[in-house]
Structure formats: C-alpha cells, structure tokens
C-alpha cells in the first residue's frame, strides 16, 4: 500500500516535472509525512515549497543541479546518472545506484 500512496502523491505534483518524485523519496526513505519531505527538499534545492509544484522554477533548478528532466537535454543527466545525483542531494540510499557502485568496485 506505501508504494501506491507515494506513487499518487508524485504524480500529483507532477513527479519528474516538478519535485514530485524527490518529495515521494523521503517519504518512502525517510518514512516522512508529506509536509516534512517538502519542506526538506525545498531546503536540500534551496527553493520554497510553494516552488516544488512550479514546473517552470523546477525545471530550471533541475537542469542546474542535473537531476533529469522530462525532455532530455544533450549532456545532462539521465537515468541511474540522475538517480546519483538525487541520492547525493538528499542524503539517501538509492538500491540501483549503490548496486552499480558496488560492481564497479574492483
């Protein structure tokens, strides 16, 4: 049921258009309530949390910070490369990508 709940809240707000999937994260990561992971994102991104629901602010702070956006843009990043970053900016553990560290380990 968790799944389906964060699910729904991100795509309320837009998931990767906005910062509706970074807001579902720290829910999932962090078991936080809605208000607690948009204010910790806002704050992680350095935007209001009025501007995480903004798609234009968002897109913008996105490509700044290159954590993907809708539309790829040559040279930003995208999938597991996205994901990275994501996982650095707010603090948490992405299975994926610590999976892909780990292999790379020699």
Sequence with gaps: MGMSIAHAVAAGMGGIRTA???VAR???ARKMRI???????AGKLKVSPADLSDERVMREVREELDLGVITSVPGCAKGIEAKARIAQL???EINCVNRLKDKLKF
């Design 26 to 28: 720290m829910q999932m």
């Design 20 to 22: 509706g999937d970074l």
């Design 35 to 41: 208000n607690d992971a948009k204010a910790y994102v």
């Design 90 to 92: 707010l603090g948490i």
